[in-house]
């Protein structure tokens, strides 16, 4: 039995020289667990993500517009796939993931707490919150655990089009009747803000993040990655004559980025403390269908007994 | 609920043309083969990757242990002769 | 009526099965008994989707009105629609939705392997792309009808119910009317009531791989090649057709 201490200088041996820690790896408990609430979040936030797009698939206004959000949505479940891959390899059940999700031990995006109300909602929510989403899973691509990496690599390059088919929808909403420009207008008032926060607290309110990049798990800051965001954004809400409702925001011809106005950080704390728009309604349906599932997993399992393929 | 579950966890293989190597994709939830290619090939081969599909229950796969890797894997100086580097060719000899 | 005229009500008949098909398994987003199924079913729906698009472009252009595909699905009162009854019934639980997929893909199979000889190049062509599909959508069901039908004494239950309460729903997917007629004049179409007894004897012994009983009904339920539909279909068109209908002069 190697000794702790050598265990863990090889670990950050490896990681200090940007090589991928696998599973079958030593790791300290710390990097394990930290590790497993960040991917296990990270995919929950994808498939709580399907409800507030599945909203609006019965009521996509072209069969078009239809098969893409379908398509997308298809997709980010299949993201949610990987990434609970991803955190079984480090030795937990997708049994546990669940149950955490519905415990309110594991959380998930918190953007995915507010509603869609309007078609113009999903192109906002394709635009900003995958716009968003794609800055910080690009950054994640060179993150330390090798499965979590690779999920990320595959992850983003099916991502590109999730930000296209969004923008789409708002630019030809821009160009159209002015019943279409008000929802426009509406949709981005009400995305913008929570989708900056979406990249967490400012820098200097993030307590835990030594380890993170102590251990390569995350490769740049919160801020770094919202700036990111934001000056390819604004630039292409001009495009198509949005208006960023932030009066506060103005191009930094010093620094070469966009200052911008303050985040509401109450509403962030509110929201993401279960008082959002959305929160039980989300939990709620999560809950209502796995349990409602629950008899046709058990005949799945049943019957895989019965047929015993692998005569075990 | 003890009889619920997520099914077991299956290890996804994708062969992306014919003749190249099954390389890992990922892993799918399944209670049985069938459904295991199935879910394969609706979650890996989503945007028509894939001539074939190997699938098999995590539990199955045998994997080396990473302490054992001196052991297993010694790149060992003293068998050159298995890399073609080793060898000097002629000059002019083709297709060597 | 006209040969085109045929052609075309024929034609939205198929587009229209496809559409509200998709409708219905496109209502399980999110609501799948495992996520892997989630996606199994709305992969579906997309197939579904798809093949409402090829035939509702070419329907348009048969139809001659310069209608587009969108016309044709968000335009149109529930009395112009001619999909089957079956098709538009709630999703129920999960064995609803995949007895009702089986029995459908059965014959959806039959059907459209005889249209992929038609002698109309675009419904041969049209037809034979999805024939993979449809394969696939069957096996995924008929597979899921052994699972249920011998897993446990509850999904056992629930999908028994589920062949009898859609039984009487299956024998109006071999009607046939004057447009069948006169496509099956020109080698167009194909003849509907002989596909019944292979799609008899192949369900049949899908359900008794299954341990399901074979329903026993009275009478078949009827009238949707007349544009008469169940309730159903008011709603699923007031929820699918609400934003064009909304705003009338947007384009999305």
């Known amino acids: 039995m190697m000794d702790q201490t050598i265990l863990e200088t090889t670990f950050q041996d490896k990681i200090d020289k940007d090589l991928n820690i696998e599973p079958k790896d030593q790791m300290p408990e710390k990097y394990r667990i930290h590790l497993i609430r960040q991917i296990s979040q990270h995919a929950h936030s994808e498939v709580i993500g399907m409800q507030p797009e599945g909203n609006w698939i019965t009521r996509a206004p072209s069969l078009r517009a239809k ?107 821009m160009k159209g009747t002015e019943d279409q420009k008000a929802m426009a207008q509406d949709a981005m008032n009400r995305w913008w803000w929570p989708s900056l926060m979406m990249f967490g607290p400012h820098d200097s309110d993030s307590p835990h993040s030594g380890n993170a990049f102590l251990w390569k798990i995350k490769r740049k800051s919160n801020d770094e990655l919202r700036q990111k965001f934001i000056d390819k954004t604004v630039q292409q809400a001009e495009v198509i004559g949005l208006t960023i409702p932030d009066p506060d925001l103005k191009w930094n011809e010093a620094k070469q980025c966009y200052d911008h106005g303050k985040i509401n950080w109450e509403e962030f704390t509110r929201v993401i403390n279960g008082n959002g728009p959305c929160n039980k309604q989300r939990m709620d349906h999560h809950i209502k269908y796995h349990e409602e599932g629950a008899w046709v997993r058990e005949a799945a399992a049943a019957y895989q007994q019965k047929i015993n393929e692998f005569n075990s | 609920m003890s009889n619920d579950t997520q099914l077991d966890l299956w290890e996804v293989f994708i062969q992306n043309k014919a003749g190249g190597n099954h390389t890992h994709a990922g892993s799918v939830h399944a209670s049985d083969r069938q459904m295991a290619l199935q879910n394969a090939r609706d ?54 | 009526m006209t040969k085109q005229e045929a052609l075309f009500r024929y034609l939205l008949r198929l587009g229209d099965n496809a559409l509200i098909q998709s409708y219905r398994l496109s209502e399980w987003c999110s609501r799948g008994p495992i996520l892997e199924e989630d996606l199994a079913m709305t992969n579906i729906s997309l197939d579904y989707l798809g093949r409402t698009r090829a035939l509702y472009q070419y329907a348009a252009i048969v139809e001659g009105k310069e209608r587009t595909e969108d016309d044709l699905a968000y335009k149109r009162p529930e009395i112009q629609y001619y999909n089957n009854l079956i098709t538009e019934l709630p999703i129920g639980n999960f064995a609803f939705t995949i007895a009702r997929q089986l029995l459908i893909s059965v014959f959806e199979f039959l059907h459209y392997t005889q249209l992929s000889q038609s002698k ?133």
């Open chain 1, 67 to 173: 098969q893409i959000l379908l398509a997308k949505i298809q997709d980010e479940g299949g993201h949610g796939l990987y990434l609970y891959s991803a955190a079984e390899t480090l030795g937990i059940s997708r049994e546990e993931l669940i149950e955490q999700l519905h415990s309110g031990k594991a959380k998930y995006s918190n953007i995915f707490n507010y509603p869609t109300l309007n078609w113009a909602d999903i192109g906002a929510v394709g635009w900003l919150v995958d716009g968003a989403a794609i800055v910080n899973q690009v950054s994640l691509q060179r993150t330390s655990y090798g499965p979590y990496a690779r999920a990320m690599v595959r992850i983003c390059k099916e991502e590109s089009f999730h930000q296209r088919q969004g923008y789409e929808i708002m630019a030809n909403m």
């Open chain 2, 43 to 96: 979650i890996y081969t989503r945007r028509n990757e894939g001539s074939s599909i190997w699938v098999i229950p995590s539990k199955y796969v045998t994997a080396s242990n990473p302490e054992d890797a001196d052991m297993l894997f010694d790149p060992s100086t003293d068998k050159m002769y298995r890399h073609p580097t080793f060898y000097v060719i002629p000059e002019g000899a083709k297709q060597i």
């Open chain 3, 120 to 252: 109309d190049e675009t419904i041969a062509a049209i037809t034979a792309k999805t024939l993979k599909e449809i394969r696939y959508h069957k096996v995924h069901s008929r597979d899921w009808c052994y699972r249920l039908g011998r897993g446990t004494e509850v999904s056992h239950t629930k999908l028994q119910q589920a062949f009898d309460e859609a039984w009487m729903y299956t024998g109006e997917l071999f009607e046939m009317c004057e447009e069948d007629q006169i496509l099956m004049a020109d080698g167009v179409a194909n003849n509907l009531e002989a596909l019944l007894p292979a799609w008899k004897e192949e369900v049949s012994r899908i359900l008794a791989d299954s341990d399901i009983k074979v329903p026993n009904v009275d009478y078949m339920q009827t009238g949707s090649r007349k544009g008469i539909h169940s309730e159903n279909l008011g709603h699923i068109l007031s929820e699918m057709q609400y934003l064009p209908r909304a705003y009338p002069d947007a384009i999305w």
